[in-house]
């Protein structure tokens, strides 16, 4: 019923800038919650940043004041920028949407196939 769609990864060298999109698409009814997540080899996927249809935000420590997650409602899409990118931010990055869906009454939960982040001199 949705495809949640990745965008904008690549190569980048340390301090400089990424932005990811993830737009969705499909029978959607509303989009509650909307997430990333990444994974880096050898590790646990972990949250990024997550945020709610009434804008609330929230981020990884280790992100703050680095990355900001925006949503444009109108085009069932989220952002993430990424700045003063770091080598340790390498990883894949996934999006995650809380969904309600035709023709089902409860949210859903969907992901991304994930786009690659490789930051490195």
């Known amino acids: 019923q949705v495809q949640l769609v990745e965008s904008g990864g690549g190569l980048v060298q340390p301090g400089e800038s990424l932005r990811l999109s993830c737009a969705a698409s499909?029978?959607?009814?509303?989009?509650?919650?909307m997430a990333w997540y990444r994974q880096a080899p050898g590790k646990q996927r972990e949250l990024v940043a997550d945020?709610?249809?009434?804008?609330?935000?929230n981020y990884a420590e280790s992100v703050k004041g680095r990355f900001t997650i925006s949503r444009d409602n109108a085009k069932n899409t989220t952002y993430l920028q990424m700045n003063s990118l770091k080598s340790e931010d390498t990883a894949v990055y996934y999006c995650?949407?809380?969904?309600?869906?035709?023709?089902?009454?409860?949210?859903?939960?969907?992901w991304g196939q994930g786009t690659q982040v490789t930051v490195s001199s």
């Open positions: 995650y949407g809380m969904i309600r869906v035709r023709p089902f009454y409860s949210a859903v939960d969907y």
């Open positions: 499909g029978t959607i009814v509303s989009i509650y919650t």
């Open positions: 945020i709610t249809n009434g804008g609330s935000t």
